[in-house]
């Protein structure tokens, strides 16, 4: 009883870093019709999301016939709660990749983000982009160590995004209020898709080790 | 023993009454922050979100308390679970006030939203505000109709951050980038307050019905 269960529970794990790559190619995709203006790729990233929602679906219910039928207690059932609370939160960054797609869209055929600004976007992406691949090889290996150091990493995206807001609020600021409000939002999706990542690393922590690594200080 | 299970499930859903209506707090005390630069209100809001993240966990305790020990199945499992994911969106429900909080500290002792625009904006906080006053309602009272009829608000507000779209990109616009984006930010905010609260009303009806509102097509 207890080996089928701990086999099922692999296979959801198995499910979760299968749904945080299709997350990751969202991540890369977006970014790459944000910063070439290409209609087709942020299509496909809009129109792939459905996948990531009925993938989140069926680990939701892999993850309730677990807790119906096997009962687990103790962290055998913490365990499985943090795998639907990282399912929510991997498919919350499937959409915040849709978001960046559809700002991509309404700006065809310009590209939404102007020249200047584009390193700090590019890095912003790069380091989201990032951050999800390591997630989803942190919920392979059950990596404790990958996912601690993956939370310090917030801290560049947090420089990034404030590194943005110094651009687009500089006095040579030329291109306007809605290339502005554009960098603005995006900005917010790529730190939300950051701030997502650590939080299903810290998931993956506490699944191992039974500790939240914001409660020790680590 | 089942009565017990009753009991105690009651008493978390009061519980999870009363986080929505320290939300509703901290959204009504946001919105007087940011259309009065009032610091010493922002600081309020933002300092009493550690209540909140506080209820939220005494909430997610009691509710591993019944799954642990009462071992519920089928609806009364999905309940618990429901209840766990109404405190998560809860608690992100107040950090988004708490991010309206800080805009509007940011620009003290000015006010972040031009006069012009005010009009529109306090029309998002109000029917923000609206919503998570009936969301604790709707829980205490498990009222499915209420509920539903929530959903539908949902377009109000698309149809209000549209508008404040239009107001910042118009010509006419002189209150510079700054301005544009600090609305920008907020609209995203207000949105996400009310995409919440749709979302643990839509739970209160999968409680009640077993059907989850938005694959019924209500």
Redesign the interface.
């Known amino acids: 009883m207890r080996e089928a269960f701990h086999e099922q529970l692999d296979s959801v794990f198995d499910d979760l870093a299968g749904i945080c790559r299709s997350v990751e190619s969202a991540v890369r995709l977006a970014t790459e019709a944000l910063l070439t203006g290409d209609a087709e790729v942020a299509e496909r990233v809009i129109s792939a999301d459905v996948e990531i929602d009925r993938a989140r679906e069926s680990v939701e219910e892999k993850a309730?016939q677990l807790?119906?039928l096997q009962?687990p207690?103790?962290g055998d059932?913490?365990t499985v709660?943090s795998a639907?609370?990282m399912v929510?939160e991997l498919e919350r960054m499937g959409d915040l990749s849709v978001h960046v797609a559809k700002i991509a869209r309404l700006r065809v055929p310009n590209v939404a983000v102007p020249l200047e600004v584009q390193p700090t976007m590019t890095k912003m992406a790069t380091v989201a982009e990032d951050m999800v691949s390591r997630v989803s090889q942190i919920i392979t290996g059950r990596d404790v160590a990958a996912a601690i150091e993956l939370g310090r990493d917030d801290e560049v995206m947090d420089q990034l995004r404030r590194a943005s807001?110094v651009e687009?609020?500089s006095d040579d600021?030329d291109h306007g209020?809605?290339a502005?409000?554009d960098i603005?939002?995006l900005g917010?999706y790529y730190e939300r898709i950051a701030d997502h990542a650590v939080s299903v690393a810290n998931r993956v922590v506490f699944v191992v080790t039974g500790q939240d690594p914001r409660t020790v200080g680590a």
Chains 1, 2 share one sequence.
Do not use: D, Y
């Open positions: 309730f807790l119906s009962q207690v103790a059932l913490r709660v639907l609370r929510s807001f687009l609020l600021w209020v809605e502005a409000v603005a939002l917010r």
